[in-house]
């Protein structure tokens, strides 16, 4: 609806000293927008790096597949090159924009995360879970690979344990998912998201996208540890072994799965390492300051 609207003139032509737009859905206001504000874009995930995941998990991909692809990769940098400044969340995401943008109109600018109570750490016992809706396909091929790559080694090697997905779900997604694994458990909205996650392991299995994954920072603070894949914790200064388990293929994240719900004295470690590396990089006080320091840069020539 904004987009028709901008299309019908209704976007005003002054009065703006800045404009700042995000998500990919909104990319194609820059089309519309004055030209005597100041363009800002926020990106919170690198579209084409998505979709040339997804090309890169097809056995024998078309013609018309890498075309498909190149195409929206080639408009979706056009678009960009129409703002006045991108803000990514993340450092890779910054050089990958980097190869095709001038780097001097883009910034690294992390998402702010409230962090105004930490839950303290409680053993977890063999339950895990996901958060995320199947609205984002990242979070929808994820668990559908979780499901049925990830799930047959952790039947092999747990006699007892318990998957709960959180977020918003389709009812046909649901029911086929459930059918096949019972151990699974679809939550939908948490009320208390920290208190929830606190006592069981975060899982992470996702394997295509950018950006920067706000589950990862929402299971740290509250105090559960978590596995994830490289793709998972890309952009985010994590160490495997160190602050979380990384695990890549499903024999991996299985026997992770496997191995960190018994040992109590790693779970500890890894999640206090994380609360750690979060206050240092991840504090919302230095994070806004970050952003507001943009605002002024960018607003600098406009008096």
């Known amino acids: 609806c904004l987009l028709e609207a901008a299309a019908e003139g209704f976007i005003a032509e002054s009065g703006f000293d800045i404009i700042q737009t995000e998500f990919r859905e909104l990319l194609d206001l820059c089309y519309f927008l004055p030209e005597n504000a100041v363009k800002v874009y926020v990106q919170h995930e690198i579209d084409y790096i998505r979709r040339g995941n997804e090309l890169a998990m097809l056995q024998s991909p078309t013609l018309m597949d890498i075309a498909r692809y190149q195409q929206a990769k080639d408009k979706e940098i056009s678009m960009l090159s129409r703002y006045d400044y991108i803000i990514t969340l993340t450092a890779t995401d ?40 199947s609205d984002h396909f990242p979070n929808y091929d994820g668990v559908n690979w979780f499901c049925e790559c990830i799930l047959p080694v952790l039947k092999e090697n747990l006699s007892d344990f318990k998957i709960y997905i959180i977020g918003n779900w389709s009812r046909k997604a649901k029911r086929t998912i459930h059918k096949h694994n019972k151990e699974v458990e679809f939550m939908g909205f948490v009320e208390d998201l920290h208190t929830f996650l606190n006592g069981k392991i975060t899982i992470v299995p996702i394997r295509i996208g950018s950006g920067m994954r706000m589950k990862i920072l929402d299971a740290v603070w509250s105090s559960s540890p978590f596995i994830t894949t490289s793709k998972g914790v890309e952009g985010q200064d994590f160490t495997n072994g160190i602050d979380c388990i990384i695990a890549d293929s499903p024999q991996e994240f299985g026997k992770a799965m496997v191995m960190l719900s018994s040992d109590t004295v790693l779970q500890k470690s890894l999640s206090e390492n994380a609360v750690i590396k979060v206050k240092k990089y991840y504090n919302p006080e230095a994070m806004m300051k970050i952003r507001a320091d943009f605002y002024d840069k960018f607003t600098a020539n406009i008096m």
């Open 94 to 133: 910054k050089n990958i924009l980097s190869k095709y943008i001038p780097e001097e109109k883009i910034y690294v600018s992390p998402a702010v995360i409230k962090m105004d109570r930490l839950v303290p750490f409680k053993t977890c016992t063999p339950e895990f879970v996901f958060v995320g809706g």
